[in-house]
């Protein structure tokens, strides 16, 4: 592992927890043990280097669904693996202070629109993957025609994320096994041809 890499796995932890803005420098060189000259050796400044962190918290808790999907043959079978996935979510991104796009796309909005925008497009990556899967699934016929891609989509994406939401608000990840019940049952099931 080097220097960038070893910065890297001891802070972005720190920044989903305690927030993109809300990380000091001095937060990131007591964890690290290095020099704040260190840092900006390896990295040009702060924004660089939570913006290296976000990537790195979302290869850790997003793209492992990613491979799961692009795993997975037919539309049905891709939908149950991501609330499969979501299930064990909260025990996934627990210790690294929950969802990462949630919170950067809740904590930069106004304040570090680059960052922002990464989050930005990770959810419209999300969103149009639903859509993706969908509009397969009504070409192969294990959808109804009449499904409207894009509004079960963006119903399906805000119930995972507003119950990861819940779920580390309340400390109970419950909310995103009811969720996806939800979804599996009421959404899933009624949307099979």
């Known amino acids: 592992m080097n220097t960038s890499e070893f910065i890297l796995a001891k802070v972005a932890p720190i920044f989903n ?4 803005i809300g990380t000091s420098l ?5 964890a690290t043990g290095l020099t704040k000259g ?3 050796c390896n990295f040009a400044n702060k924004e660089e280097l939570a913006q290296k962190a976000f990537e790195l ?3 850790t808790a997003i793209y492992p669904l990613f491979r799961l ?4 043959q037919g539309a049905i079978h891709q939908l149950y693996a991501i609330t499969a996935y979501q299930r064990g979510y909260y025990k996934l991104v627990k210790d690294m202070g929950g969802c990462p796009m949630l919170r950067v796309g809740v904590d930069t909005k106004y304040i570090n629109p680059l960052l922002f925008k ?6 419209k990556r999300m969103l149009d993957g639903l859509m993706s899967i969908m509009e397969e699934g009504k070409r192969s016929r294990e959808l109804k025609q009449d499904v409207n891609t894009v509004d079960y989509a963006k119903v399906i994406l805000s119930m ?16 995103i096994d009811k969720a996806m019940d939800f979804i599996d049952h009421e959404i899933i099931d009624r949307i099979k041809d």
């Open 17 to 20: 927890k305690q927030g993109y």
């Open 26 to 30: 001095a937060d990131i060189t007591q």
């Open 38 to 40: 260190a840092i900006y």
């Open 57 to 59: 918290n979302v290869r």
């Open 69 to 72: 999907i692009g795993a997975t």
């Open 118 to 123: 990464h989050a930005e497009n990770l959810s």
């Open 160 to 175: 995972i994320e507003g119950s990861s939401l819940l779920a580390f608000t309340h400390n109970d990840e419950s909310y």
